[in-house]
């Protein structure tokens, strides 16, 4: 499945979400979220962190992630988001938004 990180995160009404007048994107909170340590993380998959990132950053169109990829990405995203950011990524995932 193709996913477009550039697509809103809306509220529980389903309005997109904003910060300072901004649309806050998919891509601009999971790109930040893979780029923070999360409490209590080892930092062993920065690495794999950092590339998911720069993949997700360097996308012109809708990108496939891979399981794994996915999987990391929830990870992170429950590790330091609140339960709203959380719900819409899974629908976003699983192509339900």
Do not use: H
């Amino acid at each position: 499945m193709l996913l477009d990180f550039s697509k809103p995160i809306l509220d529980l009404k389903g309005k997109a979400i904003e910060d300072g007048g901004a649309v806050v994107t998919f891509a601009s909170v999971v790109e930040t979220v893979l780029l923070r340590e999360a409490d209590g993380s080892n930092g062993a998959n920065k690495l794999e962190r950092y590339k998911l990132a720069l993949k997700i950053s360097n996308a012109t169109a809708p990108i496939a992630l891979t399981v794994d990829e996915a999987k990391l990405l929830q990870d992170q995203v429950k590790a330091m988001c609140g339960a709203l950011v959380v719900g819409r990524l899974d629908e976003f995932l699983n192509g339900a938004e």
